[in-house]
């Protein structure tokens, strides 16, 4: 089959800083990113070594201030930067945008010498964060967890619990964790920032999942881990409102990084079906598979531009919550239906490992599940139309 190179996507992005970033991203991700993703993700391989260069080209603070060693990028810009390393390697690009969730807290709500004291080697010195919100048996419904954090009388914190599905689980330099300072509910949570070698932090074997395989996710083990008080991030009981700060910001990673997925899935059956011939022409002249082809570029395009607009609007300091929650909900079950129909376009080698996109399929999963469910995504703008639900 003749050899069809994709097109880079055609960005529109707001200065020329942003051009050559792009560039230098998608630089990074053919020569060093997607060559490899194959067989490290079928061999479970973390690369770290990855994420060590992401850090040293400046790319793993993109949307923080330059005064603390980020990029000073807008929104817009970072998201585009996530699209295009999760197109190379989906445990790239959620991995980064799982590390720009866990200093949202630190960024936004730490005081001034906390930032100044721990930001500059979080986003710019080698270091990956987790971020500890989910616990067992609470995923959707947050407010009910159940870490603790009590005050040992001396000035620190001494923290017990489990935190479960936390990427980056065991490998972490540092965990953003939100636990319970006070009564139950929403108002009874604060948040922590701790060392990942902290005494007393450990974390379980690395799930086995479905799909990137490369990315550990694990419980990760809270046994009277201790702290001093100026690891506290924010105010006693403002965690929970730290916590869906952040989550907004990434619901709009996780669409960024699903619209990479899919993109990466249409270049790969556009590929095959311009290359692939039956009847004695390629199967791509077939008006089954090109009407296939459409709708799979224009659930990516809708996508893309819905993520786009939600991060103008937080660009522009204005309310974003639902259109995030809009974005995260369309751009990955769009991932889901376009990674599916590359399979489908791809027949039988579609089904085999000996093609990128049955990875694809199987990574476009998880998509659906974390930074809340989609059908949380769908209470959270039914809220927004309606008002809260009648108890």
């Given at each position: 089959m003749?050899?069809?190179?994709?097109?880079p996507?055609d960005r529109?992005?707001p200065?020329?800083e942003?051009?050559?970033?792009?560039s230098?991203v998608?630089?990074?991700?053919?020569?060093e990113i997607?060559?490899k993703?194959a067989?490290e993700?079928?061999?479970?391989?973390f690369?770290r070594?990855t994420?060590t260069?992401?850090?040293?080209?400046?790319?793993l603070g993109?949307?923080?201030g330059v005064?603390y060693?980020?990029?000073?990028q807008?929104?817009e810009?970072?998201?585009?930067v996530l699209?295009?390393?999760?197109?190379a390697?989906?445990t790239?690009g959620l991995?980064v945008?799982?590390?720009?969730?866990?200093?949202?807290?630190?960024?936004?709500y730490?005081?001034?010498?906390?930032r100044?004291e721990?930001?500059?080697?979080m986003?710019?010195?080698?270091l990956?964060?987790?971020?500890?919100?989910s616990?067992p048996?609470s995923?959707?419904?947050?407010?009910?967890?159940?870490t603790?954090?009590?005050?040992?009388g001396g000035?620190s914190?001494?923290?017990?619990g489990?935190?479960?599905?936390i990427t980056?689980?065991?490998?972490?330099d540092?965990?953003?964790?939100l636990a319970?300072?006070?009564?139950e509910?929403?108002?009874?949570?604060?948040?922590?920032?701790?060392?990942?070698?902290?005494?007393?932090?450990?974390?379980?074997?690395?799930e086995?999942?479905?799909?990137m395989?490369g990315s550990?996710?694990a419980?990760?083990?809270?046994?009277?881990?201790?702290?001093?008080?100026?690891?506290?991030?924010?105010?006693?009981?403002?965690?929970?409102a730290?916590?869906l700060s952040?989550l907004d910001s990434?619901r709009l990673?996780?669409?960024?990084?699903?619209?990479?997925?899919a993109q990466a899935?249409?270049?790969e059956?556009?590929?095959?079906?311009?290359?692939r011939?039956?009847?004695g022409?390629p199967?791509?002249?077939?008006?089954?598979l090109?009407f296939?082809?459409a709708?799979?570029a224009t659930?990516?395009?809708?996508g893309r531009?819905?993520?786009?607009t939600?991060a103008?609007l937080?660009d522009a300091?204005r309310p974003?919550?639902?259109?995030a929650?809009?974005a995260?909900l369309?751009?990955t079950?769009?991932?889901?239906?376009?990674?599916?129909?590359?399979?489908?376009?791809?027949?039988?080698y579609?089904y085999?490992?000996?093609?990128p996109v049955e990875?694809y399929?199987?990574e476009a999963k998880?998509?659906?599940?974390v930074e809340?469910?989609?059908?949380?995504?769908?209470?959270v703008?039914?809220?927004?139309l309606?008002?809260?639900e009648?108890r």
């Amino acid at each position: 089959m003749p050899d069809r190179a994709p097109q880079p996507v055609d960005r529109q992005l707001p200065t020329d800083e942003a051009r050559d970033l792009i560039s230098l991203v998608r630089d990074i991700a053919q020569r060093e990113i997607a060559p490899k993703a194959a067989g490290e993700e079928d061999a479970g391989h973390f690369p770290r070594e990855t994420f060590t260069l992401l850090s040293e080209s400046g790319l793993l603070g993109l949307p923080y201030g330059v005064e603390y060693g980020g990029g000073g990028q807008p929104y817009e810009v970072y998201l585009q930067v996530l699209e295009e390393l999760a197109a190379a390697r989906l445990t790239v690009g959620l991995g980064v945008s799982v590390h720009s969730l866990a200093c949202h807290a630190l960024a936004n709500y730490g005081t001034k010498e906390q930032r100044a004291e721990h930001l500059p080697k979080m986003l710019g010195g080698g270091l990956l964060g987790a971020y500890c919100l989910s616990e067992p048996a609470s995923g959707s419904d947050a407010a009910s967890l159940r870490t603790k954090a009590v005050r040992d009388g001396g000035g620190s914190w001494v923290l017990t619990g489990t935190k479960a599905w936390i990427t980056h689980g065991g490998v972490a330099d540092f965990c953003t964790v939100l636990a319970r300072t006070g009564g139950e509910g929403a108002r009874g949570i604060t948040a922590f920032l701790v060392p990942g070698d902290a005494e007393g932090l450990s974390a379980a074997a690395p799930e086995k999942k479905m799909g990137m395989k490369g990315s550990p996710t694990a419980q990760v083990h809270f046994d009277g881990v201790r702290i001093s008080d100026d690891r506290r991030i924010g105010e006693e009981g403002q965690g929970f409102a730290v916590a869906l700060s952040a989550l907004d910001s990434g619901r709009l990673g996780i669409a960024a990084c699903a619209v990479g997925v899919a993109q990466a899935a249409l270049d790969e059956a556009v590929a095959y079906a311009t290359g692939r011939e039956q009847f004695g022409r390629p199967i791509a002249d077939f008006q089954g598979l090109r009407f296939m082809l459409a709708d799979m570029a224009t659930r990516i395009e809708a996508g893309r531009s819905l993520y786009l607009t939600a991060a103008r609007l937080r660009d522009a300091g204005r309310p974003f919550a639902r259109q995030a929650a809009m974005a995260k909900l369309f751009c990955t079950d769009a991932a889901m239906q376009v990674t599916i129909d590359a399979v489908q376009v791809l027949g039988g080698y579609g089904y085999t490992a000996d093609f990128p996109v049955e990875r694809y399929m199987r990574e476009a999963k998880v998509l659906q599940i974390v930074e809340g469910t989609n059908q949380i995504q769908r209470m959270v703008i039914a809220r927004h139309l309606a008002g809260p639900e009648s108890r």
